[in-house]
């Protein structure tokens, strides 16, 4: 995802991300956003030094209270994404996404949230795709990025398309 807005930047900022895909009965494990009404993959920014997998694990487990099982991790892909920063004005910001199917254990634990997520109400929900997909691309969102709730929503149209949700 390339929104080409980026004319003028002197400077990049680059932080990968790992995301989990968690399937129940046709439903998919997500973060919504009380605050703001949106969805989003569990997961999050990988640490210097820290793998994708750990990242995925540690994020996972944070966000959700859940914990993945690691021999159930599989790759999906990833979505490579450039933008302008909306933080800083002559930076570029630069992320490769990286998704990845798991199974988590049965035990859920409470969330230990950053102090935005928690601002923003972050709950776990199983819900089904259409719905995340259409919050996402059709409700306000506030001061949220569209190209982080549109990149979501494609990722759970692909999962529909490849038959991984019923």
Known sequence: MDKKDYGGCTRSFTRDSARSIIIR???IAMIHSLKYDYYKFPGGGIEPGESNID??????????????????IREYGYVHRTQKSTVVEDECFIQ??????C??????????LDD????????????????AILSNRTKDHGPKDPVMLEREARILEMLL?????E
Do not use: C, H
């Open 161 to 165: 398309s490849d038959g991984l949700i």
């Open 116 to 131: 935005y997520e928690s601002d923003e109400l972050f709950t776990l929900e199983y819900v089904m795709p259409e719905a």
């Open 25 to 27: 009965n046709g439903k």
């Open 96 to 101: 490769d996404n990286y998704y990845y199917l």
């Open 103 to 112: 199974d988590v254990d049965e035990g859920i634990r409470p969330q230990k």
């Open 55 to 72: 990242a995925l694990i540690r994020e996972t487990a944070e966000e959700t209270g859940m914990n993945v099982i690691p021999d159930s």
